[in-house]
């Protein structure tokens, strides 16, 4: 039970995020994509790299997803002068908004 409650519970937050972003007229997301989010969030400046180990998919794989949440207009990707081999993600305003509406509509559960 407490599996299919968690499932409800992200399949809710999911759906917050996907009206948010319909109402300010931006693509819809997956859930992939909020998955990828939360963990850019807990390690966007370790690295592209680690978020696609902490998925368990290649760093090609994490890149293409990583590619359509910068299209979606929710991540911006820099790259530090020190290490031009490392790719940093971080949030744009709109991928902060999304976050805030996941974190409400999972502490509504």
Known sequence: ????????SFVGALTAVN??????GHAQMSCID????????????????KIGK???VSTAAITGNIDSLEEKLLVTRTTPKED???VLVS???LGEE?????SAALDEQ
């Open 1 to 8: 039970m407490k599996l299919v409650n968690t499932i409800e």
């Open 19 to 24: 009206e948010l972003l319909k109402e300010k």
């Open 34 to 49: 909020l998955i990828s989010l939360v963990l850019i969030r807990q390690h966007g400046q370790d690295g592209i790299g």
């Open 54 to 56: 902490m998925r368990g």
């Open 84 to 86: 031009r081999r490392k």
């Open 91 to 93: 949030f744009s305003p």
């Open 98 to 102: 999304v976050l805030t509406a996941a």
